[in-house]
């Protein structure tokens, strides 16, 4: 564990430095600074961002650049972004491409690739990913790889994205053998988290990212779990100031994790919280049968229930996970992939080192022995015989 | 241009604290330091190398090992290897992919992730290079992007690959439009050029590789330009002597250009002195109907001929260029793909600016205003005509 301090959680707008970064002529937003050195960047938060060319003022000049979005985000925003990053560029061109995470493959991957080959894309070219966590991995891995990295930028259109995904350098796509297997670390210029998009998000994908911002709380800070309590109302009722605290706090957190392990060697695994059940959720059903955030959060009630089973976190933590992840709209019971594909699917995780499954326990040991019990985690390996019990106790098989 | 000096060419074994470096109990054997900070690494040179468990007592040890190679190479060479690095894994596997430019592609890079994904390899898990720039280019792209990257070894075993393409972490497949258009900044942990490997390398294999040895004199180092020109009997002869002296010379050069520009943002272009036109003439017939080295030897002789007509060098040097390279087995007149294929074919290359064609060019300006000449190269654009002048010159639509 590193010795950087985490802020306090506070409400109201993001302090200091960070705030310094907003857009100019933007009153309204807030700023979290992602720390890493000549690749740092910030993460601009508020509303009417998307189509203001002063959001874009700072990114790399070209003769191209490429937005990446999809099929169903094209018609909404697409030429509002295009329209706002104009003055910076000769050509704009606009890829949509199919909608969903079962197309978060090579196959689709090309596509972009094709795209900029087809326009002469030069190696200056800026790339914009505007969508949701897909999109924006998938044109992260692409500018990372396309003549072996070109500039990107980030603007996430759902809550999971603004979140999560489009903060920290995590680039990938899926193989059918595992999720988001091939990929990279590539960090953007920029992330602009424009809330208005989030108007117009289906209420599926609404609870999908309200998921991964619960993780944040028992990996990191209880005071912004009691937040998100008291909150989820106002959340699920699109709240643009709950919305507003609850984005720029999350991205705190993950700045905060990921300037101290960019390449997860250490502390950025417990951002995978509810990930090791919840990817085996996703491949083990085929990719975009559930969301990826459902995914999470049935994960992290089963992560809980282990974390319980070992001893580091006592039953109403437990009971109070799975309220709320419940109250979120998530699923709380995991599908019926039977014990054995479940174990298969989580020996091949990332986190998994010579077929040890390594997951993330919330507490830094047992409470018996003085753990600290939830606002922290440990990735850590379990019996088998535990992950079993979990499996049996969570699943529908259970049922 | 950067303030660091390359060390005088000499003959014998190098000097210094690069010689420290090589392999325990290997006293024929010469090392040069690759300086990248901490992604560093030696590349040892030597015969009976890549059967000596010695040469990888450094790697980084795991529960497994990929070995990738080609169906030509694995006969020869992969159970030798096997034995050799069996001390340090668990399991080994090896996949023989098929052999030939034409299958660095995307669809033969999955061939690796199937494998690796298949044995439920893990991100500590080592890929060992085991063949020519094929194999290394795919193999180390394949690393960087496996579980967003793990550790590579490169062992070429041909001239071209140990002289330059598996040295200094250039990794890449190609696109139907671009050579090496996909790709990674990806440094290996160790390169083994066990020249041995050479005495079985088709003749027309070794005279590419003369192509990449010949190209370190005219942009860095005229005395080794010298030195090819008397000992290139003795190099096709593979005389072990003169073929240890190439072989560490050109890796001293790139090592000298890497370490000051690991991304290429500035002095490495130089390195592809003749790929602009040599790129243009594989893509224009398609991968596998000239090797690389051919492409490139031919665009040596193109890239002189418009250093020429800039006035950066004399007509002598372009003559004792086409004459070495000729002399090296290698091609000197393009094929007759017609000017606007080349020119569109050239303007898709890397190096390509807002459709701008950068040229590699000898010297660092015209004779008559004090250039320097060759030993020195320059990336610049140049004019059309110019270029259409040297296309109408060196290619067969002139014949």
Not at 113 to 133: E, F, I, P
Not at 194 to 209: F, I, K, M, Q, Y
Request: charged letters at 15%; one cysteine or more; aromatic letters at 6%.
């Amino acid at each position: 564990m590193s010795t950087a301090t985490l802020t306090p959680f506070k409400l109201g707008p993001a302090s200091g430095a960070s705030a310094a970064l907003a857009a100019p002529g933007a009153a309204t937003h807030q700023a979290v600074h992602i720390d890493l050195g000549d690749r740092s960047y910030p993460i601009l938060v508020g509303p009417a961002l998307l189509d203001n060319p002063a959001t874009f003022a700072q990114c790399p000049q070209a003769a191209q650049a490429l937005i990446v979005t999809n099929t169903t985000v094209s018609p909404m925003y697409a030429q509002c972004l295009l329209q706002a990053i104009s003055p910076l560029y000769k050509q704009v061109h606009v890829l949509a491409l199919p909608d969903g995470e079962a197309y978060k493959d090579g196959a689709t991957l090309n596509l972009i690739y094709d795209q900029l080959l087809g326009s002469t894309a030069d190696r200056k070219t800026v790339l914009y990913a505007l969508g949701g966590g897909v999109v924006g991995d998938m044109t992260g891995f692409a500018a990372a790889c396309y003549m072996r990295g070109v500039p990107f930028v980030q603007v996430p259109t759902t809550l999971l994205a603004q979140v999560d995904s489009s903060v920290g350098g995590k680039t990938a796509i899926n193989h059918p053998l595992g999720k988001n297997m091939i990929g990279a670390f590539y960090q953007p210029q920029l992330v602009v988290c424009d809330l208005d998009t989030l108007n117009t998000l289906p209420v599926r994908e609404l609870s999908a990212g309200l998921a991964e911002i619960i993780k944040y709380g028992p990996i990191a800070d209880m005071a912004f779990l009691d937040w998100i309590e008291t909150n989820l109302p106002a959340l699920l009722a699109r709240d643009p100031q709950a919305l507003a605290t609850a984005v720029r706090r999350s991205c705190e957190i993950k700045a905060w994790v990921v300037g101290q392990d960019e390449k997860e060697g250490g502390i950025r695994a417990i951002l995978n919280y509810g990930h090791t059940f919840g990817h085996a959720i996703e491949a083990g059903l085929g990719y975009g049968e559930w969301l990826h955030g459902e995914g999470v959060g049935c994960g992290m009630v089963m992560a809980s229930h282990l974390s319980q089973r070992m001893g580091w976190v006592d039953e109403a933590f437990v009971q109070r996970i799975t309220r709320l992840v419940k109250a979120a709209g998530l699923p709380t019971v995991g599908p019926d992939l039977g014990a054995e594909r479940y174990l298969a699917l989580m020996r091949g995780d990332k986190k998994s080192e010579g077929g040890d499954i390594k997951f993330v326990l919330i507490g830094n040991g047992p409470l018996s022995a003085g753990g600290s019990g939830p606002g922290t985690a440990t990735t850590q390996s379990a019996p088998e015989a535990l992950v079993r019990e979990v499996l049996a106790a969570c699943t529908q098989s259970a049922a």
